[in-house]
């Protein structure tokens, strides 16, 4: 199944058309129990297709008009239990995709006029949960294309504390190098190259191992690989790949020449890290850079990325969306 094919499942593209589409709790439930039943409205107990009985006062709640028996649409989703109305849930979905920088849970709870500050992060943390799991698969691996690689340093405070590193963690990076058309309006920019997907990991340290150990995550085995000279990567054709280490890259014009893309992610991470989260602790900085992968990765695409994460609410914990994405979608980010 390819959730961009799903025409029965809402794409707002405004905060009026999302207001009509989700005016309150029935509509959100009405969208849950589309995106978990794709093949019509059948009951899970008897089999039945009909439109089942809402309850007006439990929106959660369905019954099937043949055998009167209720299904919880909320039940092994990351809502369950959640004393938080659908609606709110939705509107959540919404801002998340739409919003292009993403938001603070502080911003959240503001904006969503929520009276704890735990709530928004519940809300938040869930949702990125959704977020992680359509980029597993491994980048690269296309002819004529390569990958970026490269580490940086994020986050952390040295204030009063001396030069230096302190409380900083170590964040490697995979970026896929695209070609624009030649005779195309932007193929003047840097060349006509632009950013594909990326693939963001927390490194325990800059070894041979946590670095190659990041790559062969990945990256797909075969593609051409350009990082600096550091030894730390050393290895990367005895494991596979075709490797270019560039010399000098600590030279501004040189590191701009060759490794362009993975400078832009990192300076779009580090911006949006410290912009709108204020700085993140090392504990949630694996979850923030889910989020920045999926957002950099559908940056094109905004409005795709509300419909997977509204389908995503209705589905049980664990679900793999790997297996539902198809080819399509790698190609269209
Ligand atoms: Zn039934």
Redo the contacts with the bound molecule.
Sequence with gaps: MDILQRDDLAFPQSFPEFQRLFPDDAACSANLWRARWSDGIA??????VAEPFRIATRPGILE??????QTGLLVGTVMERSHTPLSVWFWAAYLVTSQTPGMSAVQFQRQLGLTRYETAFGILHKLRAGMVRPDQDRIGGRAGEHVEIDETWVGGRTRGEGRGIHHKTLVAAAVEVRHRKPGTAQDKRKDGRYAGRVRLAIADDRSADSLCGFVESAVMPGSLIVSDDWSGYASLRKRGYDHHAIAECGDPEVAEEFMPMIHLVFSNLKTWLNGIHHGVSAKHLQAYLNEFTFRFNRRFYLFNAFRLLSWYLGQRRGTDLGELFTRRVATCI
């Design positions: 009951c899970p107990h008897c089999g039945a099937c008009r043949a055998c009167r028996r």
